[in-house]
């Protein structure tokens, strides 16, 4: 029964969970060295959090996509999730961005946790993210914007 019940999870969470698209924009700077993000340097990663697989101990978050930043340190990525719950409920994706950069000479990783805001609206970073200022997680504004 036990094996039955396992098997109808396995093959149902897919099918219940939520689809989402998230578009997201911004501008990176670096002022102890400004030239690091004209030379293309900088990377964004778009990830999507799975909060399940981490309650047992695995780092299972979902890739999605990857762009670098244009000379001005401007970004724009855009990226779908699917994300499921295994106890039967809808969840919707928790994404976040991975800028990898070499601002402080060698490569660091910045993590920032996105709202759950998906397409039709677009998420735009209000002022530019300091990749030498440390990791502040959560301490930009983010303005929300209706699509089209």
């Known amino acids: 029964m036990l094996s ?3 098997v109808f999870l396995m093959v149902a969470a897919p099918v219940l969970g939520s689809y989402e698209c998230v578009h997201v924009s911004g501008t990176v700077a670096c002022k102890r060295d400004p ?3 004209m030379r293309g340097r900088v990377k964004v990663d778009l ?3 799975d909060a399940l697989w981490q309650r047992f101990g695995f780092n299972h978050d979902d890739y999605i996509t990857t762009t670098k930043t244009k000379g001005n340190g401007h970004f724009t990525i855009t990226g779908c999730a699917h994300d499921n719950d295994l106890l039967m409920m809808v969840d919707r994706p928790d994404p ?3 800028i990898r950069h070499y601002c402080n000479e060698n490569e660091e990783v910045m993590r920032i946790d996105l709202p759950q805001v998906f397409v039709p609206t677009k998420q735009e970073f209000r002022t530019p993210i300091y990749l030498d ?3 502040y997680n959560n301490q930009w504004t983010i303005d929300k ?3 089209k």
Do not use: C, D, F, P
């Open 4 to 6: 039955h019940l396992l």
């Open 35 to 37: 030239e690091m993000v």
């Open 47 to 49: 990830w999507e959090y």
């Open 96 to 98: 976040y961005i991975r």
């Open 133 to 135: 200022a440390g990791n």
């Open 145 to 147: 914007v209706e699509g």
